[in-house]
């Protein structure tokens, strides 16, 4: 299965091993990193990485990880990621991050709507999810504009800095596809 996907100013290719060093940095950013995992530690972002450099399948049980690279520099600046729950039909989970950098010029919103075709259109998912911390308005704000829906709150759910916060789950049907 064709698994690029390619938008007017991205290329979003499956992770591959020479862009270790990019999500390692990444990965180890607090600016990036502050509502996923801020204490998250070089030895489990080496682990994860190498689950991510299989080949993906919509059957497979292993989160399918995009390589977001600018068309025009070629250089990266992200990365995306999407894991079926329950192969092939899903639902979808997704997950972003960006470069500090590249925050801020719609590049997210962009990944995020090759994505979601890829998975309702391609993949044939009914329903893509995403779980953000509680405080990550420029999540929630790109989440919205995409047309998901806040579905529950899980009370004091994540732990950061010794204190709890609440994971909110968002959802996107097929038929709500903007």
């Given at each position: ?102 925050q801020g010029h ?73």
């Amino acid at each position: 299965m064709q698994t690029e996907l390619q938008t007017s100013r991205l290329i979003l290719r499956q992770i591959k091993r020479q862009d270790y060093s990019f999500f390692m940095s990444l990965n180890m950013m607090q600016e990036v990193m502050r509502y996923i995992d801020p204490e998250r530690s070089e030895q489990k972002n080496a682990y994860l990485f190498e689950g991510y450099l299989p080949d993906w399948t919509p059957e497979a049980r292993q989160t399918m990880m995009w390589s977001i690279e600018e068309r025009e520099s070629h250089s990266l600046i992200g990365t995306f990621c999407a894991k079926l729950q329950n192969p092939p039909l899903g639902p979808a989970e997704i997950g972003y991050r960006l470069h500090p950098g590249k925050q801020g010029h719609g590049y997210a919103r962009e990944a995020a709507k090759a994505v979601l075709h890829f998975l309702f259109l391609t993949c044939r998912t009914h329903k893509v999810t995403a779980v953000v911390t509680e405080g990550n308005m420029a999540s929630i704000k790109l989440l919205e504009k995409l047309g998901f829906s806040l579905e529950g709150v899980l009370r004091q759910q994540y732990r950061m800095a010794d204190s709890w916060f609440d994971d909110l789950h968002y959802g996107l049907m097929r038929n709500e596809l903007r």
